[in-house]
Structure formats: C-alpha cells, structure tokens
C-alpha cells in the first residue's frame, strides 16, 4: 500500500506533495501547513519526506495515545479501519492480516527504538565518564 498506491516518485518516500494525495485519496484533505506538520512530526531523519519506517511510527504514536484526536495524523490512523459491510468478508480478512503484518512490522519497529534508546544512552554516560575523568586530569595540571 505505501509503496505501491501513493509512492508516486517510486523513490521509497511519500514527500509533501505524495501526502497530500494520499490524505485527498483517503477523503482527509489537509492544508499545507498541515501537511508539514503533519511529516515534521514523524520525520525522525529531517529530510521532509516521509520513509516507510517514519510511516509506521504514525500507527505506533495512534496505539500509543501520542496523536492529538484533531490531528491528521490521527485522522491519517482512523483511516485504515474497515467497515466488513462495504468491504466484504474477504476484504476484511485482507485487511487484518496485514494488520497483523504491521503489528509484527511494529513490535520489530519498536525493539528498534529501544535498542537504538538504550545506545543513546550508553553513549550519553560513556560521554559524561569521559568528561569527568578529563576535568579530573586538568585539575591535576592546574595545581
């Protein structure tokens, strides 16, 4: 779905203008400004764009209760509910097993962040002991 229907550019990415489409397509329009807000949320590497790794973390921060209700991206999340009567039993079937695709996609997604989380953080206190152990040294040359 993401790289098929709305990658437009087949580049990987769904840029400001691909969103925008998308958001019309799913009967969401957004503004412009609300269109950037909406990928500047999620843009976790700043480059405007959205990857399909940032795309899944819409869904995370919806499950997570991180999305303000008036927001597109809570609007963007309401919609990949189904209604079985439009859709038919096959169609939902459809949809829940790629659900649960994205669910497993997501658990993945989220052991990333943590892991990459917990290096943050190791990196951080490695940091902090080298700076002491640096002013400690300068102490002991300043007297």
């Not at 700043?46 to 991180?66: C, P, Q, T, V, Y």
């Not at 991206?73 to 509910?81: G, R």
């Not at 659900?99 to 951080?124: C, H, I, P, Y």
């Amino acid at each position: 779905l993401f790289k098929k229907k709305y990658d437009a550019g087949r580049d990987g990415f769904i840029d400001l203008m691909e969103l925008k489409l998308m958001m019309e397509k799913l009967g969401a329009p957004q503004t412009h400004l609300g269109l950037k807000s909406m990928i500047k949320e999620v843009d976790e590497d700043f480059d405007g764009k959205l990857s399909f790794r940032e795309f899944l973390l819409i869904f995370h921060k919806a499950a997570a209760g991180e999305l303000q209700e008036d927001s597109g991206l809570m609007a963007l999340a309401k919609l990949s509910e189904i209604n079985v009567a439009l859709e038919g039993v096959k169609g939902a079937k459809n949809f829940f097993e790629a659900k649960v695709q994205a669910l497993s996609l997501a658990s993945k997604f989220e052991a990333e962040l943590k892991a990459e989380q917990d290096e943050r953080k190791r990196e951080e206190e490695e940091r902090r002991l080298r700076q002491a152990a640096f002013q400690e040294l300068k102490a002991n040359f300043s007297t």
